[in-house]
């Protein structure tokens, strides 16, 4: 392989040859041999550098055109561009596990973005810390570029997600609305529910979900930039924090604002864990929806067996014909990681000591994760399973009219203690619900029929 001598305040390194990245991206890439090949920066932290630098050489032509020339100004741009494309995701190696500020990520960005800036220009133009850096610190690039990041994974990859799933739970409502089961709670026999009823209950915990990851979204549009080295903005030009909040807003479509208060923007980590709870509450009614599924579709012969999922592939090596709940699984799975990634990120962003938190590189792995896993496995749940759900309508008929619970719709006849007694002989007996309260003089046989409406229950105020 061969190498370039690149230098730092530190002295010279040796660099592959074909890499833009610089001295100190090269210590780091040395330094921490941690997680390499699993745990990379993510992709959208590099994305979200693209923007930031970008935006911020804007700025700073706005307001020091004699250091941000016009000239450094498009080269830099043009080498951003590429960076926020992904051409240049193979020059930024660098692992999550690195210092708690982000800092190697940021020269990472710094130096990648000049040296290609340099080759476009044709001449070494650009400076890593003095153009690329202008204004900057890693202590507010790093944490702005995570809220960009966080606010892309929220409204790029969660909604569309979110909102996909939603639409099938919607028209498989539509096509359930007369079906009507045996409801159940503690996993028990309860009255009846009608099926429609049952997915209205999925469908509205993922549109409360939404809901709540949308009131994170402007804490998270709250940009530390500008705050430079520990909040006060020194060596940034007046004005930069909103202008450069500015461009970004025009450059990625979201509207972003400077933080009102950058010394809170550097060290506290609050929106991160609040935006992140409401993943987690997703995650946990994807849990609770998966279970669901599977549960229902238990069998084929020996379970529950009131829905049909689609079989997607064998489930047993050992036992032919087999078929298991796969998309389930790896739901409950994805969920199960994010659950685990909220203890992280909260552990983490209690770990703000003085003026800046050195934690924040495991918050945006774990943020950035949780995320992506979870969108990417509700897109796959929906197209592999929840779009191809059928009801088995004489499997649901068949349990409602074999469920005890059904003797609930005797209280108002018989009373609470009869009804129960009703229950309890037609159980110890094996009887139905009618000959048990029959025989015990409860009622007639001609008053039960009269009374006795499983259908009717799943809607006591009418359709």
Known sequence: MKYKIEHDSMGEVKVPEDRYWGAQTQRSH??????????????????????????????????NPKKMTKEKLRVISKACDEVISGALDEHFPLVVWQTGSGTQSNMNANEVIANRANEIAGKKLCHPNDDINMSQSSNDTFPTALHISAVYSIEDKLFPAIDVLTETFKRLEKENMKVVKSGRTHLQDAVPISFSQEISGWRT???????????????????????????????????????????????????????????????????????????????????????DVRWLASGPRDGLGEIKIPANEPGSSIMPGKVNPTQCEAVTMVAVQVMG??????????????????????IAYNFIQSARLLAEAIVSFNKNCAVGIKADKEKMHHNLYNSLMLVTALNPYIGYENAAKTAHKAFEENISLK???????????????????????????GR
């Open 341 to 362: 990634n909220d203890a992280a990120i909260a552990f983490a962003a209690s770990q703000g000591n003085f003026e800046l938190n050195v934690f924040m590189p495991v």
């Open 30 to 63: 040395e330094n921490f041999e941690i997680g390499v090949g699993l745990e990379t920066m993510p992709r959208e932290i590099t994305k979200a550098f693209g923007y930031l630098k970008k935006a911020a050489a804007i700025a700073n032509s706005s307001l």
């Open 205 to 291: 915990s993922l549109e409360r979900d939404r809901k709540m990851l949308e009131s994170s979204l402007p804490y998270l549009k709250q940009l530390a930039l500008g705050g430079t080295a520990v909040g006060t903005g020194l060596n940034a030009p007046k004005g930069f924090d909103k202008k450069v909040a500015s461009c970004l807003s025009r450059l990625t479509g979201k509207k972003f604002i400077t933080a009102p208060n950058k010394f809170h923007a550097l060290t506290s980590k609050d929106e991160l864990v609040f935006a992140h709870g409401a993943i987690k509450a997703l995650a946990a009614d994807m849990m609770k929806i998966a279970n």
């Open 435 to 461: 000959e048990a309260c029959v025989s015990l003089g409860f009622l007639t046989a001609e008053k039960f029929d009269e009374v006795f409406k499983p259908e009717k229950m799943a809607f006591p105020y």
